[in-house]
Nanobody, 121 residues
Framework: QVQLVESGGGLVQAGGSLRLSCAASGRTFSNYVMGWFRQAPGKEREFVAA??????SYADSVKGRFTISSDSAKNTVYLQMNSLKPEDTAVYYC????????????????WGQGTHVTVSS
């Protein structure tokens, strides 16, 4: 059974940092695109970052502040979030898929349950 389990969310002040983790199990994800999406209250889910092998991509809103990385030995993907802003407040989801259209959520096959991030001003 494939599982993606996110952790690391919480409450942080503006300007602070958090590191989210996504532990994958049930299959080998080495050839998968691993993505992070987020959904703020009252808004649609949006792309944040993705990684496949060592190739990374970011939404413009987080470029320069967030870093996605992976540890294949641990089957885990990370999202280091620095210089956090109140507008980063959202539920953050990890996802896995094989499509190169990494910014579209409907191209992902597996999803985690999400982890909440709240950034106070």
């Amino acid at each position: 059974q494939v599982q993606l389990v996110e952790s690391g969310g919480g409450l942080v002040q503006a300007g602070g940092s958090l590191r989210l983790s996504c532990a994958a199990s049930g299959r080998t994800f080495s050839n998968y695109v691993m993505g992070w999406f987020r959904q703020a209250p009252g808004k649609e889910r949006e792309f944040v970052a993705a990684i496949r092998w060592s190739i990374t991509s970011y939404a413009d809103s987080v470029k320069g502040r967030f870093t996605i990385s992976s540890d294949s030995a641990k089957n885990t993907v990370y999202l280091q979030m620095n210089s956090l802003k109140p507008e980063d407040t959202a539920v953050y989801y990890c996802a896995a898929g094989l499509s190169s259209t990494y910014y579209r959520e409907n191209r992902y096959d597996y999803w985690g349950q999400g982890t909440h991030v709240t950034v106070s001003s």
